[in-house]
């Protein structure tokens, strides 16, 4: 072969590599369009913490929906315990679903007030974890969700150190970053996330800001709205409501 | 033209070869081995969703049970249980509904689990019904007495304490104790069967304290203030909160 065919066929080559990498992105699109339209939805959830009970049924659930580590350490979403006592002395800890204690036992008069606070990935509209990615592994939908490609993500933990929320943990057996997804892969099928599935109390609730009828309309009518941290202008979409000024 | 390249030293003829192998290899590589979805963000979206979307589905959601189970769907919407979803006491059950006669979803026969929402907890909000496990009928399961799907108590809670334990806790240690909740609620016995449609009274007015601890009540042992001029603007409750009496 002298030089004048090879790169012949090397162009050849190269331009048909590009024509079908086009075409094989192309079909992706229009197999997941076929069903369901990204552009279409934009999702979000409200949490009343005067309406939680503090069972963890969310925790458990999130675990064996989404294939967490069972032992404590790492969570996808969970429940805080806040006591605040009379002399102003803050104390928050996180839940034990696996067992009925309720905690610390309190004597009710030191008690000024006390209370539940479930939490999760805030799913920012500005994620300061999108912002430190080296390697760009994680990334924000059409539909408003933050997601990571584990088969990108290089397990650095940049992102877990920069989620103002620590939603963020590293999981045990992949090794990269984990955290929730709204359960997407309910969503796209017209289920519920799982922890709303399960809240007795439906102190979750799941909506879509973009349908014309959703819960999340009401909650967010009805109740005055507080996000997480917003000092630091990450825009959550997840929406409190009843919640404290020591929760953080 | 050849007489160029013979006038070329070899090892810079040698350079460019390793460095053209160099670049062809790159070529290769970023052709034909990395996949798509590593070279354009686009693709890595897509993939990464697809991904996402694969995943399996292990809560099959509340709507579907009723498809095949008409008894428990139906008593449960009535009773005291009606926001709960069967998986947050069966489980996850997506397998059962794919294939109901193999896969059996486990029923929580034990004390313990019900304990998860209903043991006392100073932090769960007032209203919700809690029970001391080591007190309440010790031993025997909840579901001898209570039918899991409308648990509805066989005799009408006697104490306020069923699902205000935590302000009858906090009262038992005020000056207060020995005045009954219904001196200051009057409380309608149709409140304990349905406490959000029938509301319990609250006082109103300054007098309603004045009662015992105006000057001029004949009460024995009562403290008494000159209501004209203690507090004069406020209602009592603003400054005393009368379950717990400490000053706050
Ligand atoms: C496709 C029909 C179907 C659906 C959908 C279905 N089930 Fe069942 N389920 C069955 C059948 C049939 C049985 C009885 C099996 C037997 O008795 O051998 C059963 C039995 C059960 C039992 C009793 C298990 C036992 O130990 O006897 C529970 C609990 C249960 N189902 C819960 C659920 C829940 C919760 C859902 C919704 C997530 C659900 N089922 C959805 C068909 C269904
Ligand atoms: C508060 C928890 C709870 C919820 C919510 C609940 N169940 Fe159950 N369920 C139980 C328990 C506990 C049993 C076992 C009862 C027994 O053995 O007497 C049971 C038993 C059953 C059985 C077997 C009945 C039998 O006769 O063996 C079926 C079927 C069932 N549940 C379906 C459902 C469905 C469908 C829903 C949702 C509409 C649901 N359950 C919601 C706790 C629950
Ligand atoms: C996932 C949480 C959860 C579990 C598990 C659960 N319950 Fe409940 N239970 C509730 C909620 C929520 C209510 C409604 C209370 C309300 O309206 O605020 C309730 C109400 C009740 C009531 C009515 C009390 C009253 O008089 O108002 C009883 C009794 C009861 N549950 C018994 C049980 C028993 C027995 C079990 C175990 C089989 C059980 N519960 C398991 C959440 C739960
Ligand atoms: C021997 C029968 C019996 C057993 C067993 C039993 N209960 Fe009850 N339960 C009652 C009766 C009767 C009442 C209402 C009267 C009262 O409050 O004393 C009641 C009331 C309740 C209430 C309403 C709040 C309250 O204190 O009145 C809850 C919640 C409750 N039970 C949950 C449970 C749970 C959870 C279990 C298992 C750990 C359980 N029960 C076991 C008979 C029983
Ligand atoms: C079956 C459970 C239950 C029992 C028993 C019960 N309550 Fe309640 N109570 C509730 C719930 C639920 C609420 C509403 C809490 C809320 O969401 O604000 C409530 C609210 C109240 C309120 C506040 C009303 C308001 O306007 O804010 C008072 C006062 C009250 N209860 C007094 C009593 C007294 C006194 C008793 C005993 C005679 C009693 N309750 C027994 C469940 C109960
Ligand atoms: C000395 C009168 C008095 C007694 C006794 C009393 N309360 Fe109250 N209660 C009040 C007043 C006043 C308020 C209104 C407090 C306010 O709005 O700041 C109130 C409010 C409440 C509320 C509304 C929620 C809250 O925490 O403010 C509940 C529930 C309640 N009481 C339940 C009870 C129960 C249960 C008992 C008996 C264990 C009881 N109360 C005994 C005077 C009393
Ligand atoms: C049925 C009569 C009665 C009513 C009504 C009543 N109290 Fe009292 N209160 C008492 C008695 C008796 C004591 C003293 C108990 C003791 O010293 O052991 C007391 C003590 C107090 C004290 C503590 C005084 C001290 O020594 O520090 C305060 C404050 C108080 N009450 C406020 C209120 C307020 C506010 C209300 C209205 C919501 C109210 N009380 C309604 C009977 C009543
Ligand atoms: C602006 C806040 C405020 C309001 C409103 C208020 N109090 Fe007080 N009260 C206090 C303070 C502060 C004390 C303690 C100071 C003292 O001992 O003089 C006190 C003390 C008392 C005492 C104890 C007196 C003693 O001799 O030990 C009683 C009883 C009392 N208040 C009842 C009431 C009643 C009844 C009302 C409603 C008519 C009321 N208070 C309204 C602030 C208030």
Redesign the interface.
């Given at each position: 072969m002298d030089r004048r065919d090879f790169l012949k066929h090397f162009c050849w080559?190269?331009s048909s590599?590009g024509v079908l990498?086009g075409v094989?992105?192309d079909a992706?699109?229009r197999m997941?369009n076929k069903t369901y339209d990204?552009t279409k939805h934009y999702y979000g959830m409200g949490i009343d913490i005067?309406?939680?009970?503090?069972?963890?049924?969310c925790m458990e659930?999130c675990k064996?929906?989404?294939d967490v580590p069972a032992v404590p350490y790492y969570f996808r979403t969970w429940v805080e315990?806040?006591?605040i006592k009379?002399d102003r002395t803050v104390s928050v800890n996180t839940i034990n679903?696996e067992s009925?204690e309720?905690?610390d036992v309190?004597?009710?008069?030191d008690?000024?007030r006390?209370?539940?606070v479930p939490k999760l990935c805030n799913q920012c509209d500005h994620p300061p974890c999108v912002q430190v990615c080296p390697v760009?592994a994680t990334?924000k939908?059409d539909d408003g969700v933050i997601?990571?490609?584990?088969?990108?993500c290089i397990g650095c933990r940049y992102c877990i150190q920069a989620c103002p929320y620590g939603a963020r943990y590293l999981h045990p057996e992949t090794r990269v970053a984990d955290k929730c997804?709204f359960c997407?892969?309910?969503l796209?099928?017209g289920?519920?996330p799982?922890c709303v599935?399960?809240?007795?109390?439906?102190a979750r609730v799941f909506g879509d800001m973009k349908s014309i009828a959703s819960p999340l309309g009401r909650f967010t009518r009805m109740n005055k709205i507080h996000v997480l941290k917003p000092s630091l202008n990450t825009d959550p979409k997840v929406y409190y409501a009843n919640l404290d000024g020591e929760v953080n | 033209m050849k007489d160029f390249f013979k006038k070329l030293p070899e090892q810079a003829v040698r350079v460019v070869t390793v460095f053209i192998g160099l670049v062809l290899i790159l070529?290769v590589v970023w052709?034909?081995i990395l996949p798509?979805?590593?070279?354009?963000?686009?693709?890595?979206?897509?993939?990464?969703?697809?991904?996402?979307?694969?995943?399996?589905?292990?809560?099959a959601?509340?709507q579907i049970c009723g498809q095949c189970h008409e008894k428990e769907p139906e008593i449960k919407k009535v009773g005291y249980?009606r926001?709960?979803?069967c998986?947050?006491c069966h489980?996850?059950a997506q397998k059962h509904v794919e294939n109901p006669t193999e896969v059996k979803p486990t029923s929580p026969k034990k004390r313990?689990y019900c304990?998860?929402?209903h043991?006392?907890?100073?932090?769960?909000?007032t209203g919700?019904p809690q029970i001391n496990?080591d007190r309440h009928n010790p031993r025997k399961p909840c579901i001898t007495c209570h039918n899991p799907h409308n648990p509805k108590p066989p005799t009408t809670p006697r104490s306020c304490a069923a699902c205000h334990a935590?302000i009858e806790?906090?009262k038992a240690?005020?000056y207060h104790a020995l005045i009954a909740c219904a001196v200051c609620h009057t409380t309608p016995e149709k409140h304990k069967v349905s406490p959000r449609t029938v509301i319990p009274t609250k006082p109103d007015k300054r007098e309603f304290c004045g009662k015992c601890h105006d000057k001029g009540s004949s009460r024995k042992g009562v403290p008494t203030v000159d209501m004209a001029a203690h507090g004069e603007k406020y209602v009592c409750w603003q400054c005393h909160y009368p379950h717990?009496l400490?000053g706050?």
């Amino acid at each position: 072969m002298d030089r004048r065919d090879f790169l012949k066929h090397f162009c050849w080559v190269i331009s048909s590599g590009g024509v079908l990498g086009g075409v094989s992105a192309d079909a992706w699109a229009r197999m997941l369009n076929k069903t369901y339209d990204t552009t279409k939805h934009y999702y979000g959830m409200g949490i009343d913490i005067d309406k939680c009970i503090g069972c963890g049924r969310c925790m458990e659930a999130c675990k064996t929906e989404n294939d967490v580590p069972a032992v404590p350490y790492y969570f996808r979403t969970w429940v805080e315990r806040y006591v605040i006592k009379t002399d102003r002395t803050v104390s928050v800890n996180t839940i034990n679903m696996e067992s009925d204690e309720p905690g610390d036992v309190l004597v009710e008069k030191d008690v000024l007030r006390s209370f539940f606070v479930p939490k999760l990935c805030n799913q920012c509209d500005h994620p300061p974890c999108v912002q430190v990615c080296p390697v760009g592994a994680t990334f924000k939908t059409d539909d408003g969700v933050i997601l990571v490609d584990s088969k990108r993500c290089i397990g650095c933990r940049y992102c877990i150190q920069a989620c103002p929320y620590g939603a963020r943990y590293l999981h045990p057996e992949t090794r990269v970053a984990d955290k929730c997804t709204f359960c997407y892969h309910r969503l796209v099928k017209g289920l519920l996330p799982v922890c709303v599935e399960v809240c007795p109390k439906q102190a979750r609730v799941f909506g879509d800001m973009k349908s014309i009828a959703s819960p999340l309309g009401r909650f967010t009518r009805m109740n005055k709205i507080h996000v997480l941290k917003p000092s630091l202008n990450t825009d959550p979409k997840v929406y409190y409501a009843n919640l404290d000024g020591e929760v953080n | 033209m050849k007489d160029f390249f013979k006038k070329l030293p070899e090892q810079a003829v040698r350079v460019v070869t390793v460095f053209i192998g160099l670049v062809l290899i790159l070529l290769v590589v970023w052709r034909f081995i990395l996949p798509p979805e590593l070279k354009d963000h686009d693709l890595q979206i897509t993939a990464t969703v697809e991904r996402e979307v694969a995943k399996e589905i292990k809560y099959a959601g509340a709507q579907i049970c009723g498809q095949c189970h008409e008894k428990e769907p139906e008593i449960k919407k009535v009773g005291y249980h009606r926001d709960l979803s069967c998986e947050s006491c069966h489980g996850a059950a997506q397998k059962h509904v794919e294939n109901p006669t193999e896969v059996k979803p486990t029923s929580p026969k034990k004390r313990d689990y019900c304990s998860y929402c209903h043991k006392y907890n100073s932090s769960r909000p007032t209203g919700f019904p809690q029970i001391n496990p080591d007190r309440h009928n010790p031993r025997k399961p909840c579901i001898t007495c209570h039918n899991p799907h409308n648990p509805k108590p066989p005799t009408t809670p006697r104490s306020c304490a069923a699902c205000h334990a935590q302000i009858e806790r906090a009262k038992a240690a005020s000056y207060h104790a020995l005045i009954a909740c219904a001196v200051c609620h009057t409380t309608p016995e149709k409140h304990k069967v349905s406490p959000r449609t029938v509301i319990p009274t609250k006082p109103d007015k300054r007098e309603f304290c004045g009662k015992c601890h105006d000057k001029g009540s004949s009460r024995k042992g009562v403290p008494t203030v000159d209501m004209a001029a203690h507090g004069e603007k406020y209602v009592c409750w603003q400054c005393h909160y009368p379950h717990t009496l400490g000053g706050i």
